[in-house]
């Protein structure tokens, strides 16, 4: 079955506009989490989503957001964007919540905030 | 806090060769303990988990980590080191949500 696929792959961005970055879960997976990773911070959790609720949230500011819809898909919105914003966003999906739930990875966008 | 460390920032072994990568952890509980690899441009692909029981875990690929209560470490092994390892690899924990460490890059020479 297909993995967890993430849209776009890449993503090049001016400093102040915004964007939204897409993922689609292994059909079956209802719960969704997001992370960020940068040469200087390495991988920090962004927020997870379940049955379109957030449950949980990282150390982010609110321009970072995220929802889930009915189909368990999801979408992160970054707002004003910054130039240290430049990241690999990865999403990552499970079948519940929980970490004993194995999380599958995508292959990440990559966006670049010029 | 919860920390996660990987004092190896870069590994060279030769092909063939073994392989030990660190990772120790500070967290208010056992957590839950993982190793990710990322080759390049890709995600994190899952290697091995530890939850609870039996102290050494084996996953894919051949490696093999041991989880060390007293020392909080969940160092990965692997006997041979193929030139198809060449990657970064990170080590997790967590309970709720995963908490990374800033990974370890390991090259191999033919």
């Known amino acids: 079955k297909a993995g967890v696929t993430q849209t776009p792959r890449y993503l090049i961005k001016t400093r102040g506009q915004q964007v939204t970055l897409s993922c689609s879960p292994i059909?079956?997976?209802?719960?969704v989490s997001w992370y960020q990773q940068t040469p200087g911070q390495g991988l920090q959790f962004l927020f997870e989503?379940?049955?379109?609720?957030?449950?949980n949230k990282g150390n982010f500011p609110g321009r970072f957001s995220g929802r889930q819809f009915s189909n368990s898909r999801s979408e992160m919105n970054v707002s004003t964007l910054e130039l240290g914003d430049s990241a690999l966003y990865l999403c990552?999906?499970?079948?519940?919540?929980?970490?004993?739930?194995?999380?599958?990875f995508g292959a990440g966008t990559r966006l670049s905030v010029l | 806090a919860q920390s996660v460390t990987q004092p190896d920032i870069h590994i060279t072994v030769s092909e063939g060769a073994s392989l030990e990568l660190r990772c120790n952890y500070s967290?208010?509980?056992?957590?839950?303990l993982f190793w990710y690899v990322q080759s390049p441009g890709q995600g994190l692909q899952l290697l091995l988990k530890?939850?609870?029981?039996?102290?050494l875990v084996q996953g894919i690929k051949g490696f093999e980590a041991e989880f060390k209560r007293s020392q909080s470490s969940f160092n990965l092994r692997k006997p041979s080191v193929h030139w198809s390892d060449a990657a970064e690899y990170f080590c997790?924990?967590?309970?709720?949500?995963?908490?990374f460490g800033t990974g370890t890059r390991l090259t191999v020479i033919p």
């Open positions: 990552a999906s499970s079948l519940v919540p929980g970490l004993e739930n194995i999380q599958y």
């Open positions: 059909s079956g997976h209802r719960s």
């Open positions: 989503y379940f049955s379109e609720t957030q449950r």
């Open positions: 967290y208010g509980a056992t957590p839950y």
């Open positions: 530890y939850f609870s029981g039996d102290t």
């Open positions: 997790a924990v967590g309970a709720e949500n995963l908490f």
